[in-house]
């Protein structure tokens, strides 16, 4: 009986038949080739979807770089075009204090004598002139009259209250009478000086 569970065992009383054993091994020889096939198809899909996803990263990461310089190179020009500006309209303004400083220094005595009521009528002159500069520079550099709309909402931020004033049939906190007229820049948008207004009670 020994000898007979030593003795391979073969399929069909055929010798030359594969054994039980050598079946089983070819099984699991063609389990671990098709477990291998498997893992390689695996590992090709992860690597094409982790070169996807480098690729994807990387492309991003380079538009985010372009859009963060674009944006710092144009906020650079806006903070470089914005001190030219200053600094040009400083100049214009400077030239023109100096040159109103010179009229107001050569400014004649008043008197009754005909040469001297000449004089004074050319310095008033050169005044005009000047004024007239000056309100043609405010032009050049955006510079444009605000006024304040009667029987609009006071807004603290838009007018400057130096009294008040009652009006028949007006609401409270309204403006009322503009007192003296205030001015703006469209480089940008803002308020240099509120108008001067009286507010409704």
């Known amino acids: 009986m020994n000898e ?54 990387q492309a991003s990461f380079n538009h985010f770089a372009a859009e963060t310089q674009r944006a710092f190179q144009q906020m650079r020009q806006e903070l470089v075009g914005e001190k030219k500006f200053s600094l040009s309209l400083l100049n214009e303004l400077l030239d023109l204090a100096i040159e109103l400083n010179h009229i107001v220094a050569s400014r004649p005595v008043v008197s009754p004598t005909a040469p001297q009521a000449e004089a004074l009528s050319r310095w008033i002159e050169a005044v005009e002139i000047q004024n007239r500069k000056v309100q043609e520079a405010l032009q050049k550099f955006g510079i444009h009259a605000y006024d304040a709309v009667v029987g609009s909402p006071y807004n603290p931020a838009l007018h400057e209250r130096v009294g008040s004033k009652r009006l028949e049939g007006m609401d409270a906190l309204r403006i009322a009478e503009q007192v003296q007229r205030g001015y703006a820049s469209q480089q940008p948008e803002f308020i240099l000086r509120r108008p001067k207004v009286l507010v409704t009670e």
Do not use: C, V, W
């Not at 992860?46 to 996807?52: I, N």
């Open 4 to 57: 007979d569970l030593k003795a391979p065992l073969t399929m069909a009383g055929d010798p030359d038949a594969p054994t039980l054993g050598m079946s089983s091994m070819y099984r699991l020889f063609e389990a671990f080739i098709g477990l291998r096939e498997r893992n390689e198809r695996q590992h090709k899909l992860f690597e094409q979807t982790l070169h996807r996803t480098r690729d994807a990263l």
